[in-house]
Nanobody, 127 residues
Framework: QVQLVESGGGLVQAGGSLRLSCTASGRTFSSYAMGWFRQATEKEREFVAAISRSGGSTYYADSVKGRFTISRDNAKNTVFLQMSSLKPEDSAVYYC????????????????????WGQGTQVTVSS
């Protein structure tokens, strides 16, 4: 089990950029595939991006492909979500999640596969 803390959310104008960070506790961060999800008001939590525990594989939702980049620094127990060309429909609470995996290149888009979640950080994009 890992504890996750997100940061970096805020208010930004449409077309702007933000970088979210998620820092994990513990010494086994490199054993976990990581994902970012988001939940807008009165909507289901949805997948945004995922990265393998090695960092060698990534996967994105179609809605963010080409605009968002997920990366990780295993030495710092941190996963990042660089968000560019933001749109008002990107406004949501963003959550990071961790799933312990065996294989180095596994990426996971299903929220039910993740066992550990952060508390979320609010992103608001104004038009």
């Amino acid at each position: 089990q890992v504890q996750l803390v997100e940061s970096g959310g805020g208010l930004v104008q449409a077309g702007g950029s933000l970088r979210l960070s998620c820092t994990a506790s513990g010494r086994t961060f490199s054993s976990y595939a990581m994902g970012w999800f988001r939940q807008a008001t009165e909507k289901e939590r949805e997948f945004v991006a995922a990265i393998s525990r090695s960092g060698g594989s990534t996967y994105y939702a179609d809605s963010v492909k080409g605009r968002f980049t997920i990366s990780r620094d295993n030495a710092k127990n941190t996963v990042f979500l660089q968000m560019s060309s933001l749109k008002p429909e990107d406004s949501a609470v963003y959550y990071c999640a961790a799933a312990k995996v065996t294989f180095a290149f596994t990426v996971i888009s299903s929220k039910t596969a993740y066992g550990d979640w952060g508390q979320g950080t609010q992103v608001t994009v104004s038009s």
